[in-house]
């Protein structure tokens, strides 16, 4: 079995088949899926498919993207419920900045306190982390460093940060289709220095679709390519990288 730590089947483009879409990964052999708290205009859908669907979780979470909307009270509302795993995705986004300098320094100040409550959110409530981390590797390593739990979490798509690798202790490193693509070359390179048991997978569908349906609509059930090209990277049979990273999201999400 495999699980797809991160999928946001509550995104509009699922809209019309979300209930096939989740039929076929579970044929393809996906058992569980968590979808992540981004835009919390979302989060109702989440939960109601947490409920429609045996193995569907959610995180409460909004992305740097989104930080406009973040009510820490409106994330509480659904913290408590029995399929929330996660809070997140949460973290640092430095890719779409404004031009203005001064712009952009009160943008990223402004991402770093609502990445510092989510955290304190998530220790109030001993959930993991889901974090979000683009162009940002320094900032939001300071921030884990200073801020995060022994409780940890995942970073999602994991960046091919070195530095990012001396948080292994506390936090597990979210692979997906990145990883299938031809111009990966520093992700292809650094995975092998992440310990297997601190490797979860993932798919970030609808985005990030692995080789060879890129271009396409990402699914759950594309996890399996992602499984295929880690075990070709570590040159380990597949069914031992499922195992392992199944093992790694039960512990991580707490999965009943």
Do not use: W
Request: glycine share 6%; hydrophobic share 35%.
């Amino acid at each position: 079995m495999i699980i797809d730590t991160h999928t946001h089947l509550d995104h509009a483009q699922f809209y019309d088949d979300v209930d096939a879409v989740i039929a076929k990964a579970k044929e393809a052999g996906v058992g569980y899926f968590v979808i992540p708290g981004a835009d919390p205009k979302d989060l109702e859908r989440a939960v109601e498919l947490s409920k429609k669907h045996d193995g569907v979780y959610f995180g409460v979470g909004v992305h740097p993207y989104d930080i406009d909307s973040y009510d820490r009270s409106y994330l509480e509302r659904f913290i408590e419920h029995p399929k929330c795993v996660a809070v997140g995705e949460c973290g640092l986004d430095y890719y779409r900045l404004p031009d203005d300098e001064n712009e952009k320094s009160e943008v990223k100040k402004r991402q770093k306190e609502v990445f510092v409550d989510q955290i304190e959110l998530a220790k109030k409530y001993d959930k993991p982390l889901i974090v979000h981390i683009r162009e940002a590797s320094q900032d939001a390593y300071e921030i884990l460093e200073k801020h995060a739990s022994k409780r940890g979490g995942v970073l999602h798509c994991y960046n091919a940060s070195p530095l990012l690798l001396n948080l292994q202790d506390r936090f597990y490193y979210g692979i997906g289709g990145v990883l299938t693509f031809k111009n990966a070359k520093k992700l292809k390179e650094i995975v092998p220095q992440i310990p297997l048991n601190r490797i979860v997978l993932e798919t970030d569908a609808p985005y990030l679709t692995p080789e060879p349906y890129r271009g396409k609509r990402n699914e759950p059930a594309y996890t399996i390519y992602v499984a295929k090209k880690l075990a070709q990277i570590l040159d380990i049979d597949e069914e031992t990288i499922e195992n392992q990273t199944t093992q790694n999201a039960k512990e991580l999400f707490s999965f009943v």
